[in-house]
Structures are given as C-alpha cells and as structure tokens.
C-alpha cells in the first residue's frame, strides 16, 4: 500500500527538522523532502554525513521519503527554476540532478523526482528535445550508478507538460529500468485529457512518486482537497488498484504561511477519501489507530510483549478476516487480508520494544507454533524486522515456499523477500506461484528483479505446458511479452 505524505515546500518558513517532526506527529508516514537552500543544501560540503544522519532517523520512526528536485532559487537567485534542461546551461541542472541522486542514496529515499524546464522562447521543439534527451541520458547514468530510480514529472508549461510525452521519452530511450514517472494528480485535472485515476492506470508500474493536490481544468494552481475538481477518493483507490506502494505526498507549495493547518486539513481530507474509497477496513490500510481491540493489543505489546503470544492468534476474531481488496483480490494474495495487516501492527509493536535478538525469537516462535493466518501474519510483517534478524527472516520464507499454501506462498514473497531473498530461491519462488496459482502481482520487486536467467525459466516452463498440451498460465505470458 502507498504511503501518504506531505512535501517539505509546503512548509517553507519552518527549520526542516521542525517540519518533519509536524508531518509525523499529524500522522503521515512519508515526506517529500525539496532540497533547498534551507531544506537540506544539496550544496553544504557536508550533505552526505547530513543526508545519511536524516535518513536513519526517518527510518527509525517508519517514515519513507523521496527528494523533490524542484527549489526556486536554488540554483539562480535571479531566474525561477533555471537553468533547466531545456535552457542553455543544462549542465548546471544536470550536476544538481546527479546531487539529488547521491543524496537520495545516502537518505534511502524511494526516488527522485524532477522535471524537463520551460522551453525558452529562443529555442526550437528540435534543440529542446535535443537537450532533454541528452540530459537525461546523462541523469540516468548517475541513476544506473547509484541504482535510484529517478521520477519524470509532467508539468503544465512545461516542455514535457503531458503524461504521453513523459511516456514517450522514457521509449525512445530504450525504457531505462531507473526512468520512473513522478505523476501530480492535480496536473491530470489541469492539462490532461483525461482524469485522474486514469492517468494512473496509464502509468501504472512506472510510477515512482505521487503527489497529491487539487485543481481546476486549465489552471495551473495548487489547492486544497475540495477547492478544484479532484475525485480524491476514485483517485486513491486508483493508486490501490495498480498496486502502487511508493509515496503520496501532498503538494501544496504557496500553503507555507498557514502550514500545520493546511496539513491537518489535508490528513483529514485524505483519511476522509480512503474511507470512501475503500471501506470498511480503512482503519488499517492509513495505519490510524481507531480499532479498539488493536490500539489495545498494540499498548499491551508494548508495555508486556509476551502479551503477543495470546494475542497474535486472536487477531482474526477480533478483527475480521476479509480480504482488503475485495473487487480486485478476493483471496487477499496480493494486498493481504484485514488480520494480515493487524497481525504487522502488532509485530512492528513488538520490534519497538525488543532487542533484535530477543525479537528473532519471539517471532519465529510465533511462525513455528502459529495455524496458517499466523504464519501469514508474520511473513507480511518481516519488513519490520532489523537487519540482525534478517537471517532468520529468511528461514522462514524459505519454509513458506516450500509449502503449496497459496497464502502462504504469496505472503513469503512480499517486499521482504523482494529485498533480501537470494537470486537463486527468488526465481524458484516466482516460478512456485505459476505452478500454484498465485498472481504475480503478489510478488514485489516483480519489475526489478526479473532478469534472462528468469524469462529462460519461464520460457521452458511454458515449452511444457504447450508440449503437454496444457494452458500456459497468463501472468507468464505477460511476463515474457513485456520483457
């Protein structure tokens, strides 16, 4: 599930620190942090110590971030937004592309995010895609280099001011695996033809970052949820359809001189919309804490956290144990079910009051003793584990794919495995799910991980079923088309 946010350019007037302690405390587990002059200089001899430093400590605390490229001044204090990459001087935007990229590494950020510039007047459509392709080929080189996906922004008055032309660039480069798009919902409703919600479908598996505002057609003005025409909950429910799990952040960037409030409105709004969008379960889904019997177990974890071991089987009773995404995924293999997600609450509870060891033990207890919706529960809450237990974490995907528990095959190759299974295990794991039934929607990292060695084992897979003459499952066909 995507993480919202809210971008530090909204909160332009406060220490940066100060914002990021606002946005968390409002309850939003993401920020999209704009590198300026007083945000995070990408220009201070000290920015990668800074950087990393920042980046642990929103780490610690769960929250996610991507860096916004997008500063006024930054780079002339006489001309707004320039040079860009379409202007004369495009290796000064280029050099602080390759910075933003450096510092997302050293922050763990998702992406970063920017844009193509104002084609000057003196310039013509040929030398300004010229220029575009140029320096973004030389972008994506220190991208390829530090493996950080960076995110195109369709901006109105833009060069590239159009989704399709976004779209295009990133083909006629060869789709570069780091070429994301970075999609602001409120530009569909300004310059596209096309909605909101349907931008995203376009976009789908691109996408890198979102943000999020209102708008009205033909105005390039950044509002607040209701004051344009924004479907907000058809579009979040959009972005759970595709499966997006990245950032989105509010944007809201001439709002600074009232921003805790306009934040706070923001959160309302958003929480407000995931309701509409996705009931009833929206309680778990944003993480807000108004369940009952959950913001109880979640005390008691962590003031007696052997308290999980009665607990953590109870959760389905208490809860329920519907699938999240009822249209989309009836068995709740992809997205998960509503006592998965508690269950993860109840583990990230525990991993805030444990040390690594003693939460190895006690979570590997809870798989080895737990009936199928247990072992769910703590495969899907394996991100919540510290590096030291990651080996343990291991062992226990790897019993799960040794199983034909479609649950359980789906939960073992969720984000944790993405990040940490071994290449060898990964492609047999996502083979397992062909053989078993389970989408491969469910496995992440899908895009990113899949590489020959996979596609060969895939091929031979269908090779198989055709000579046997048996259907070939449709995810595999659609993974060898699209690779």
């Given at each position: ?10 909160f ?10 606002i946005?968390?405390?409002i ?11 007083h ?27 991507v ?10 204090p ?21 910075r933003?990229?450096?510092?997302a ?91 909101a ?7 789908a ?7 999020l ?14 004051e ?6 058809g ?39 995931l ?23 979640e ?5 007696e ?16 144990r519907d ?23 109840l ?60 649950r ?54 269908a ?21």
């Amino acid at each position: 599930m995507f993480s919202l946010g809210y971008g530090t350019n909204g909160f332009a007037n406060h220490r940066l620190e100060d914002a990021l302690r606002i946005i968390a405390d409002i309850g939003y587990r993401a920020v999209a942090l704009t590198l300026d002059h007083h945000h995070l200089d990408p220009f201070d001899p000290n920015v990668s110590k800074k950087a990393s430093q920042l980046g642990s400590l929103l780490a610690s605390n769960g929250i996610s971030v991507v860096i916004e490229t997008g500063a006024r001044y930054l780079l002339d204090p006489n001309r707004k937004h320039h040079p860009t990459l379409v202007s004369e001087d495009t290796e000064v935007r280029i050099d602080f592309l390759h910075r933003a990229i450096r510092i997302a590494q050293d922050m763990g950020a998702e992406a970063v995010s920017y844009w193509s510039g104002i084609k000057p007047s003196d310039v013509d459509d040929k030398t300004a895609h010229q220029r575009m392709l140029s320096g973004v080929e030389k972008v994506l080189v220190e991208a390829d280099r530090r493996q950080v996906k960076i995110g195109l922004e369709p901006e109105p008055g833009m060069y590239v001011q159009h989704l399709a032309q976004a779209l295009a660039l990133r083909e006629e480069l060869g789709n570069p695996e780091m070429f994301g798009i970075t999609l602001d919902v409120g530009h569909c409703i300004a310059v596209e033809p096309m909605n909101a919600a349907e931008c995203i479908r376009q976009a789908a598996g691109l996408l890198v970052n979102v943000q999020l505002d209102d708008m009205r057609p033909g105005v390039h003005e950044h509002l607040e949820f209701g004051e344009g025409e924004l479907d907000l909950a058809g579009t979040l429910a959009a972005l759970a359809e595709v499966g997006y799990e990245g950032v989105a952040a509010v944007e809201l960037p001439r709002h600074s001189h009232a921003a805790p409030e306009v934040a706070r409105r923001a959160w309302t709004a958003l929480t407000s919309a995931l309701s509409a969008a996705m009931p009833p379960f929206n309680w778990d889904v944003v993480g807000d804490m108004d369940h009952p019997w959950l913001v109880d177990a979640e005390r008691r974890v962590r003031s007696e956290p052997a308290a999980i071991r009665a607990l953590f089987p109870a959760v389905g009773r208490k809860v329920g144990r519907d699938p999240l995404r009822p249209e989309t995924d009836p068995q709740g293999l992809v997205h998960g079910t509503v006592d998965d997600l508690a269950r993860t609450r109840l583990l990230a509870a525990l991993a805030d009051v444990l040390s690594p060891e003693e939460l190895t033990e006690e979570i590997t207890e809870l798989y080895r003793y737990g009936d199928d919706a247990e072992r769910r529960g703590v495969l899907r809450g394996l991100p919540a584990l510290p590096p030291q237990a990651v080996k343990a974490g291991l062992e226990l995907v790897q019993d799960a794919l040794r199983t034909n528990d479609i649950r359980l095959v789906a939960a073992a190759l969720g984000s944790f495995a993405g990040a940490h299974l071994d290449e060898h295990s990964w492609r047999h794991g996502v083979l397992k799910c062909l053989f078993v039934g389970v989408p491969l929607a469910a496995v992440a990292d899908l895009e990113r991980r899949t590489d020959p060695e996979l596609l060969r084992m895939v091929a031979d897979y269908a090779d198989e079923r055709r000579a046997a003459g048996r259907e070939v499952p449709a995810d595999a066909v659609r993974l060898l088309e699209v690779n």
